[in-house]
């Protein structure tokens, strides 16, 4: 019996971008004074920080990160590499496929409840409302609001929650980064792997699509 579907964001319903964010994060470098080899390991080993929200918000997660390799750049500099990733951050938003906003309205219009479960920075998680896709969910479970992240059970709970049901009458998908398949499968939630933008888990046993356009069509109507 299932009610819910629980979406991941990037590279499920839009694009994970992950070659831009390379050469913006290596112009970023450039702005800020810094050593891109260091910056590229220093940023990724604070990906859980970001991601909960540890350090506030984009110019000061930018200076925290820039101190650890060694630099302290100005508030202009900062403020020209904050532009630079919220411009990205807007641009992947707005590219989600006019198939996944029809296969989502769709879904809402069958009786779906939808929640999306992101793992996302705070800046980003300000830019969602400017998208085409909030009118579509019903709730949303923001890592750096909720301060977990996937594959944390407290993120998919707070989702489940807001939406008024247990995990086990929820269906969640994703394209499998961060051990979100398996993080939901723990918890009951039946997890369903997506290809579309990015093969992030090829070994995934589970059901797998390849355009969330086959979503209303596998799922059908809520029980």
Known sequence: MRRALLVDLFSTLVPGGEAEREVVNQRMCAVLGVDPEAFTREFAAASYERFTGAYGDLPNTLRVIARRTGAEPTDGQVHEATT???????????????????????????????????????????????????PYFDTTAFSAEVGAAKPEPK?????????????????????????????????????????????????????????????????GRPA
């Open 84 to 134: 630079m990733r919220r411009e990205l951050s807007r641009r992947l938003l707005n590219a989600v496929p006019p198939g996944t906003l029809a296969a989502l309205a769709e879904l809402r219009s069958a009786g779906w409840r939808i929640g999306l479960v992101s793992n996302i920075t705070s800046e980003t998680q300000l830019q969602w409302r400017e998208s085409p896709l909030p």
């Open 155 to 219: 993120i998919y709970l707070t989702a489940c929650e807001a939406l008024g049901v247990p995990p086990t009458e929820c269906y969640f998908l994703g394209d499998g980064n961060d051990g979100e398949l398996p993080g939901a499968t723990a918890l009951g939630i039946h997890a369903i792997r997506t290809t579309e933008h990015s093969d992030s888990a090829p070994t995934w046993p589970g059901p797998t699509i390849t355009s969330f356009t086959e979503l209303p069509g596998l799922l």
